[in-house]
C-alpha cells in the first residue's frame, strides 16, 4: 500500500459519493473523518459506519471551519494519509434566466463550494501530511477531488457549476507538482451522472432519458463504482496528477 494508514477525511461525507468512500475505506480498516454541512445527516452517518467514523460539522466553504474540522480529525487518528473532497452543489440556472440575470451571489456559491472547497481541504490536509514519517516506498498521502465531465462538457444551464469544476481541473497538476516533493499525489475524478442525492429532484422520464444518453452502460453510474476508483488510486503509486473520467463515454448534449 503506498500509505502507510488509512486515515482518511471526507467532505460531503455525510451521503452519496462521500460516504460510500468513507464506508469503502472503513471496510479495509481504516479510519474516516466525515465532513459535512448537514449535522444532523452527518451524526446518522458517522454512527452508521462505526467505531472507525468520526463526524465533524463543517462549511467547506469556510477556511476557519476547514481547519479545524481537519485538525480534529489529524488529532483524533494521529494522522492523516487521505482526503477526498466530494462536497458539492449543482448550481443549475442560466445565465439569462426567466426570472432575469443569474445573481452574482449564486455563482459565487457554487464556485465557493466545489472549488474554494475543494482547495480549503488540500491546504488544510497537506499541512499534516506533511510531516507523516515513511519509508523510501510510501507515500505520505494521497489528494482526490471531485471533478465532474461537465468541467469540459458542460451543457446548457452550467455555466456556474463547469466553471467550479474545470477551476478543480486546472489546479490539480499544478498541486501535484508542488507536492510531488513532499510525496504527496494529488488527483481527480470525473464522474458522468450518478445516481445520487443531487438527482433527487429529476422526474422518472428526465432520469430515463439522461441514462439512456449515456453509451455503454445506459444507466447512472453507482457510488460503489466510484468509491471503488478512489481505493484503485490509493493503492496505485502511479497515479498523480491527472483527471481520470467515470462516465460510460458519456459526452454531455
Known amino acids: 500500500m503506498p500509505v502507510k494508514h488509512l486515515h482518511a477525511v471526507v467532505s460531503g461525507g455525510a451521503s452519496g459519493l462521500g460516504f460510500a468512500v468513507a464506508q469503502s475505506l472503513i471496510a479495509r480498516g481504516g479510519n474516516v473523518a466525515l465532513l459535512d454541512i448537514d449535522a444532523e445527516q452527518g451524526a446518522q452517518a ?9 463526524f465533524f460539522s463543517c ?16 488529532q483524533a487518528f494521529g494522522s492523516l494519509t487521505v482526503a477526498v473532497s466530494c462536497a458539492g452543489v449543482l448550481g443549475n440556472g442560466r445565465v439569462l434566466g426567466k426570472k432575469g440575470p443569474m ?25 499534516h501530511m506533511a510531516n507523516n514519517t515513511v519509508a523510501e516506498n510510501e507515500d505520505r498521502g494521497v489528494i482526490i477531488h471531485t471533478a465532474s465531465i461537465a468541467a469540459f462538457e458542460g451543457q446548457l444551464g452550467q455555466a456556474a457549476y463547469s466553471a467550479s469544476k474545470a477551476g478543480v481541473v486546472g489546479m490539480l497538476l499544478p498541486l501535484a507538482r508542488e507536492f510531488a516533493a513532499l510525496k504527496i499525489r494529488v488527483m481527480a475524478i470525473a464522474p458522468g ?54 462516465d460510460g463515454a458519456a459526452r454531455l448534449q
Open 193 to 246: 451522472m450518478f445516481d445520487t442525492q443531487m438527482l433527487g429532484n429529476v422526474s422518472d422520464e428526465i432520469r430515463a432519458q439522461l441514462a439512456a444518453s449515456v453509451p455503454y452502460p445506459a444507466r447512472f453510474g453507482q457510488p460503489e463504482e466510484y468509491s471503488s476508483l478512489v481505493n484503485h488510486i490509493i493503492d496505485n503509486g502511479m497515479f498523480n496528477g491527472t483527471v481520470l473520467r467515470l
Open 103 to 127: 445573481e452574482a451571489a449564486f455563482f459565487q456559491k457554487v464556485v465557493n463550494i466545489n472549488l474554494i472547497g475543494a482547495f480549503l481541504l488540500t491546504r488544510a490536509a497537506a499541512r
Open 59 to 74: 462549511d467547506i466553504s469556510n477556511p476557519e471551519q476547514v481547519d479545524a474540522a481537519i485538525d480534529g480529525a489529524a
Open 46 to 54: 458517522a454512527a452508521t459506519l462505526g467505531a472507525n467514523a468520526r
